[in-house]
């Protein structure tokens, strides 16, 4: 089993929640996009993420997903927020989950990859907002 922790710092924003109304300018009919800052932070996630995955040389990174086939991952979050403004931890959840995979620190985020997931709210830190990401990799040998 190998293991690594890797911390985003800074405010997780929800891609569910931070949809905004655009006109297509082709068809001049109104469309539903993510917001620009949930996008940019999903970018800014996966560059850190990947960054200490590589110091750490955590051994999955970069794996496809068809070569995942004997693989599980076990993950565990904790987020501290920046105020006590409401937020959901389930789209915070998917957030980071993007995140991951867009860094490649995991190869997908669907059930049979990750069959345990669990996110605990542990307060607020006003001048360190932050999520830590614990994986836990198990390998299925044959």
Not at 39 to 61: D, I, P, T, V, Y
Not at 89 to 94: E, F, G, P, S, V
Not at 113 to 124: A, D, E, R, T, W
């Amino acid at each position: 089993m190998h293991e690594i922790t890797l911390t985003y710092h800074g405010v997780i924003y929800s891609k569910k929640n931070s949809k905004r109304i655009v006109t297509n300018w082709r068809t001049r009919k109104p469309i539903i996009v993510s917001n620009r800052n949930a996008k940019n932070q999903e970018a800014a996630m996966g560059w850190e993420f990947r960054a200490q995955a590589r110091k750490e040389g955590w051994r999955s990174l970069g794996l496809k997903r068809k070569d995942s086939a004997e693989r599980q991952y076990k993950i565990e979050i904790k987020v501290w927020q920046k105020d006590l403004r409401r937020r959901d931890l389930d789209n915070q959840a998917t957030a980071i989950l993007d995140g991951l995979v867009a860094a490649g620190v995991i190869p997908d985020d669907s059930c049979d990859l990750v069959p345990k997931l669990s996110i605990q709210y542990q307060g607020v830190d006003v001048e360190n907002p932050r999520a830590e990401v614990k994986i836990k990799e198990i390998v299925w040998m044959n």
